[in-house]
């Protein structure tokens, strides 16, 4: 049988906006570098979420060496100078609460401010991550010792392609993998294999499996266009199959890294455990 392999690798540098493909990317304590290092926030440090904002998804982002640069329909492209460089200047900390965890983030600025209030039309900051914010992934999962993103609770995700392809036979509208925005995507593995990697080499990096990824409704929000499915779909079907006695709905695996390097397009995914 073909050794299975990564064939995606996407990064999300703003939380909940638009992913960004990339051939190759380094492997930090945190998770693949710049992915969930910005975050939309009230004034009051609220992170906005699909449910309340779904057209953040529209907003692409990319990362320069020197600046953040924001896009989204029907917006002037905005550079946003990230923390540390001589454009950015002095920055206000900004005290900021992702799911009842209380953390810090430094301000982006006013200009980037106005660009997003202006598109959600409703107060908005936009915060980053620095190094000195260190936010643990969840106790008791793995190992401690684990540093997490913006993100919802752990570094890494990845799904199977086949696990994919065993939803999108049960759909009439087929879901494309950028509803379901992991980091990684394996192709070469069984669907659902990854409910149970539980320590990974990838290339030249290892990862360790924490949990099951417990879906939420985010996949019911059309990337392209930030619309709502009114069938509730693809989770609906999704449930049908893929939901637990104990409760909840899963898809993919939540990975922490063990050992740093850079991930790749084409790389094996050996299972160690």
């Known amino acids: ?99 009842g965890d209380d953390l810090h983030g430094v301000d982006a600025g006013d200009e980037a401010a106005r660009w997003f209030s202006d598109l959600f039309e409703t107060p908005a900051r936009l915060v980053e991550m620095t190094d000195d914010c260190l936010r643990p992934v969840p106790p008791g999962a793995v190992r401690p010792g684990g540093l997490v993103s913006f993100a919802d609770g752990y570094p890494v ?48 990096v290892e990862l360790e499996g924490a949990e099951n990824c417990e879906r939420c409704m985010f996949p019911t929000i059309d990337p392209d266009t930030g619309e709502k499915d009114a069938r509730r779909e693809p989770m609906r079907t999704l449930a049908t199959f893929r939901r637990r006695p104990e409760g909840g709905v899963f898809l993919g695996q939540h990975l922490v890294p063990r050992t740093l390097g850079t991930v790749r397009v084409g790389d094996e995914v050996e299972v160690l455990t």
């Open 1 to 99: 049988m073909p050794a299975a392999r990564i064939a995606e690798i996407s990064v999300y540098p703003v939380k909940s906006a638009a992913g960004l493909r990339l051939d190759a990317c380094p492997l930090e304590t945190r998770g693949l570098a710049g992915d969930r290092r910005w975050m939309v926030v009230s004034p009051e440090g609220r992170f906005f979420t699909w449910r309340e904002h779904p057209r953040l998804v529209l907003v692409r982002a990319r990362l320069g060496d020197e600046a953040l640069l924001l896009d989204a329909p029907d917006r002037t492209p905005l550079a946003v100078p990230r923390a540390g460089t001589a454009a950015a200047g002095r920055r206000a900390r900004a005290a900021v609460t992702v799911h």
């Open 157 to 204: 995700l990845v799904i199977g392609r086949a696990s994919l392809d065993e939803l999108n036979a049960r759909l009439a509208d087929p879901a494309t993998m950028r509803r379901f925005r992991p980091n990684l995507v394996v192709e070469g593995a069984r669907p659902f294999a990854e409910d149970h990697w539980w320590r990974l080499r990838i290339g030249e």
